[in-house]
């Protein structure tokens, strides 16, 4: 069992007990009822939060929608400094932060510190977006008149995130959002909730308004929180991260009051190693892209193909460096992979390496749960002889076990790839710059990454096609998933109009 106990932090009022922020204040649920949060790496009890139920929430929501018509008035300017400040709190508790992520999360803290990073770096991207959100004048094409239009916050924002990136899915969501005008009511992570309540104390210390963002969390009463804010007919968008499933499910509940929606779900990426490629290169993206977060990002290569020609060179030098990662607690000196976030994901990862054994496949590193680290750990695992008759082809894994399936053609392996009914990442390497643009273009994902496993960037658009849902987050796109563009036509700038008031002679004068 590793040696789990938090180092204390610089600052301890960042971890919040048995509270949630709305409307500025710390808050129990109504009912008085909580949930308790434990530590994946060792079972033991971190912490309670407030058990939010619908009436809790719609409060939260009644808050951020008193919070909006003067939030919306604030400038770009105003509310760029404030995200600003937002991001140079956190930069300057990075090391805080990052010990709760490690805590609720599970992951080594250097990556969790690499998480803050990320994380503040979309407050930072979004307080320089915020001042650039440009309207467009048109040419018109009816004599006399004028047409602009004006960007406008859509209102208040229900936000619900996962766990495996307890602060960077929160922030990639609030930033865009308070940069548009909006107020948000957030729904955090049921296993992961510290780190948001720790966000909410620094917005706290930011001079982010009271009501403008809410943080509020359940573990039991999750669908109906989520229902909640799906239903609501105050909450005028609302922007999702998690699986397909639940996506689904919030598209419905959302329909009789057509918001406006962002889905980030569900991922099962095709990671592509033509025989031209470079192999250290290839090694270490698929190191990277397979095995961040011990395999629980939905951006993670889930299917590992390898063109014949190199498939034995790749799978063997793949396969060492896999045996050198150290597994242990977060904290731990020399840890780089942590525990699955809970007993769940260690079944489906062993379904999956057990069912490939069955059919045929062969595991040369890993293979096994490690009940001596504690129930949530399994070993890195690298399987050769894969096929698509295994779950593993067409299920997301998410954990840390890579299948090698071999290919003979770039038609082949490309009609493999698009062969899932999902499209979040798709990843390949080639030193050949005509296949490089050809397969890009061919893939049916939201993102491709060519010659890195590594992607995320707080400056590019994420987000999915197919089952992976829609919109984009980060960027110069991430803001208008929160903005209305509205259309303001001034007429009277010309000659009257002459003649009969049909459409056709007005628009062909
Ligand atoms: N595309 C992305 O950016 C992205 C990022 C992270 C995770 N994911 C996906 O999320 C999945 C893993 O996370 P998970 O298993 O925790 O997903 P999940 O869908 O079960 O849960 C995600 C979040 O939704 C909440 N939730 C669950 N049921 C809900 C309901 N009925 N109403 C409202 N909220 C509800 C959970 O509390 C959690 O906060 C994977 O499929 C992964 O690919 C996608
Ligand atoms: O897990 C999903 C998000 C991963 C990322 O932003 O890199």
């Known amino acids: 069992m590793p040696n789990q106990n938090i180092p204390p932090l610089k600052d301890p009022s960042l971890f919040k007990q048995n509270v949630a922020y709305v409307n500025g204040e710390w808050v129990k649920a109504k009912s008085g009822k909580t949930f308790e949060v434990q530590d994946p790496s060792t079972g033991k009890l971190i912490g309670t939060c407030p058990e939010f139920d619908k009436a809790d ?237 011990s395999g629980q990002t939905c951006v993670c290569a889930n299917r590992i193909y390898i063109q014949e020609g190199i498939y034995d060179k ?64 399994f070993e890195p695992t690298v399987i050769t002889g894969m096929n698509k008759n295994m779950q593993l082809a067409s299920e997301e894994t998410f954990g840390p076990v890579a299948g090698l399936f071999p290919f003979e053609t770039e038609k082949e392996v490309v009609d493999m790839a698009n062969s899932a009914e999902v499209g979040l990442a798709g990843y390949f390497f080639s030193r050949d710059l005509q296949r490089c643009y050809r397969v890009a273009e061919a893939l049916e994902t939201g993102m491709v990454g060519v010659n890195t496993g590594l992607i995320s960037d707080p400056a590019a658009p994420f987000g999915g096609v197919k089952l992976s849902g829609f919109g984009r987050e980060g960027s110069k796109y991430g803001m208008s998933e929160y903005q209305i563009t509205k259309m303001v036509t001034l007429g009277g700038m010309g000659q009257p109009l002459q003649g009969s008031w049909v459409m056709r002679d007005i628009m062909y004068k």
């Open 57 to 293: 929430t719609d409060n939260a929501i009644a808050t951020a929608a008193a919070a909006f018509p003067s939030f919306r008035q604030t400038t770009a300017r105003q509310r760029a400094r404030m995200l600003h400040k937002w991001y140079q709190l956190m930069m300057d508790n990075q090391e805080d932060l990052a010990k709760l992520i490690t805590w609720e999360n599970g992951k080594p803290l250097a990556d969790a510190k690499g998480e803050v990073a990320y994380a503040a770096g979309f407050f930072e991207w979004f307080s320089e977006e915020a001042p650039r959100a440009d309207g467009d004048t048109i040419p018109a094409s009816i004599p006399g008149n004028r047409v602009f239009t004006i960007k406008e916050p859509v209102g208040v924002c229900g936000l619900i995130t996962p766990w495996n990136f307890p602060a960077a899915m929160i922030t990639r969501k609030i930033g865009p959002a308070i940069a548009a005008g909006c107020t948000v009511v957030a729904k955090s992570p049921g296993e992961t909730p510290f780190t948001s309540l720790a966000l909410a104390e620094l917005a706290d210390r930011a001079g982010i308004p009271k009501g403008v963002v809410n943080v509020i969390s359940a573990l039991s009463n999750t669908a109906e929180v989520g229902e909640a804010l799906t239903s609501s007919q105050t909450v005028r968008k609302v922007s999702f991260t998690g699986s397909t499933a639940v996506g689904k499910l919030l598209m419905k509940q959302s329909a009789d009051t057509l918001k406006k929606l962002s889905f980030e779900l569900g991922g099962n990426a095709p990671f592509i190693v033509f025989d031209d490629a470079d192999l250290d290169i290839a090694v270490a993206g698929a190191l990277a892209s397979k095995f961040r977060s």
């Open 314 to 377: 790749f799978a063997s030098a793949f396969a060492e460096k896999v045996k050198g990662f150290k597994v242990g607690g977060g904290y731990d000196e020399g840890v780089t992979h942590g525990p699955l976030i809970h007993d769940r994901a260690i079944t489906k990862v062993d379904a999956h390496v057990r069912d490939a054994e069955k059919k045929g496949g062969k595991v040369i590193v890993g293979g096994n749960k490690m009940p001596k680290l504690g129930s949530n750990f």
